[in-house]
């Protein structure tokens, strides 16, 4: 066969993702000549496809000896090194690909995934933006941009990008479930489970189920979650956000010991989240397991972010519960006051009311107790008929 031949075979191959048949056609290739520059860059990234880096590191070494100014050589290299959470050296080869072909995407693309996946979300975007400016076409380019959008709060921008990414591939599990959890974070509810469960048909991920799960838990329906998330944890043992949100759903059956164990392990697993540090706190305070911890887990949030209503609200109830109701009074007074700064409330605001409610009955105010408990009717009228009882005994 000859060497367009064995080209054409080559990308019909990958196309298929028959990576076998690929390997070989490159094997050929090479067999031709052994001095095919190309020929070894792309057996380096079969070998990247199969999962063999040291085959393809070695592979891809010939290839850039032979031709040192080949962008995709540089570009394997990249991608080898990131994959294996070598990222200083995976963004040194990505810059190499831009500095040799600043007019392709790849590199941009390289950078952008890279910086994804460290966090800095400020550099991935700008790549991004970069890498769809020269590959407007590739959905690998679409999908990141419309992920890093979306980490940094542009959900209406990640919203389109992710949906242009399935215009090209319309059989995306993973892209659905990323619009579903761009749609939830909208308040889409009924597209965002429509998008959910088009990927989670296909192919069950945790962060998939945690979306749908998040859904359930907003519509007051727990149960429902808690098989979702043991699910993903089948899946991904060690994944934080599907143990925080079983413990979400545990404390809202008021389980909570059963909270306070998933929380700490989401806890345990991303010590540096502050919503799994007051989550853990607040499960501790309601066990009644350790109040104490909970306070000093409650007072390290509010250092963290002391205009965090919560961090006040759950120091506040561990003081109440240690016997300090002034002191109570005086954090829970700064939740209400910075909650109640946003002018609208939401549910989650009602608990730091009911607080305040049990605060002033114990100084025997049944005036602000009972306005506590109809502000709390406000926030989340689900518990009217109880938070109507408790403010008629105030």
């Known amino acids: 066969m000859t060497r367009e031949d064995l080209l054409s075979l080559f990308r019909e191959a990958c196309g298929a993702r028959d990576y076998l048949k690929a390997l070989q056609a490159c094997r050929d290739l090479i067999a031709l000549n052994g001095r095919d520059a190309v020929a070894w860059r792309n057996m380096a990234g079969i070998y990247f496809a199969l999962g063999q880096d040291a085959e393809a590191l070695e592979t891809n070494r010939h290839a850039i000896d032979l031709d040192p100014k080949d962008p995709y050589a540089h570009y394997n290299f990249g991608a080898i090194a990131a994959r294996q959470g070598k990222y200083d050296d995976a963004i040194r080869w990505f810059n190499k690909v831009v500095e040799l072909a600043p007019g392709i995407g790849d590199g941009y ?28 076409d590739n959905p690998e380019v679409a999908r990141g941009f419309g992920l890093a959008l979306m980490e940094i709060g542009q959900l209406p921008k990640a919203e389109y990008y992710l949906r242009e990414a399935l215009e090209k591939i319309p059989d995306w599990p993973e892209v659905h479930m990323e619009l579903g959890e761009v749609l939830r974070r909208l308040g889409e509810d009924r597209s965002a489970v429509e998008e959910l469960l088009k990927g989670l048909r296909v192919k069950h991920r945790p962060e998939g189920l945690v979306s749908l799960s998040l859904v359930h838990l907003k519509y007051k329906e727990p149960r429902k979650a808690v098989p979702h998330l043991r699910r993903a944890l089948q899946l991904a043992p060690n994944y934080a956000p599907a143990y925080h949100v079983l413990g979400l759903a545990l404390a809202a059956g008021r389980d909570w010991p059963g909270a306070v164990a998933q929380f700490e392990r989401a806890y345990t697993l991303a010590p540096d989240n502050m919503d799994y540090v007051i989550d853990l706190a607040d499960a501790l305070v309601n066990a009644g397991l350790d109040v104490e911890r909970a306070y000093r887990l409650a007072a390290a949030v509010q250092i963290k972010d002391s205009a965090n209503p919560r961090a006040n609200d759950v120091a506040g109830w561990c003081l109440f519960r240690l016997g300090k109701p002034k002191e109570a009074h005086q954090e829970l007074e700064r939740a209400r006051a910075l909650i109640e700064v946003k002018g609208t409330r939401e549910p989650s605001d009602a608990v730091i009311y009911e607080h305040l409610a049990e605060v002033y009955t114990a100084f025997k105010d049944g005036m602000m107790a009972r306005e506590m408990y109809a502000r709390a009717i406000e926030a989340d009228p689900s518990r009217r008929e109880e938070w109507v009882r408790r403010g008629q005994a105030a």
């Open 109 to 136: 693309l390289g950078l952008a995934t890279t910086y994804l996946r460290t966090g800095d979300t400020g550099n991935a975007v700008f790549n991004f933006s970069q890498a769809y400016q020269r590959a407007p």
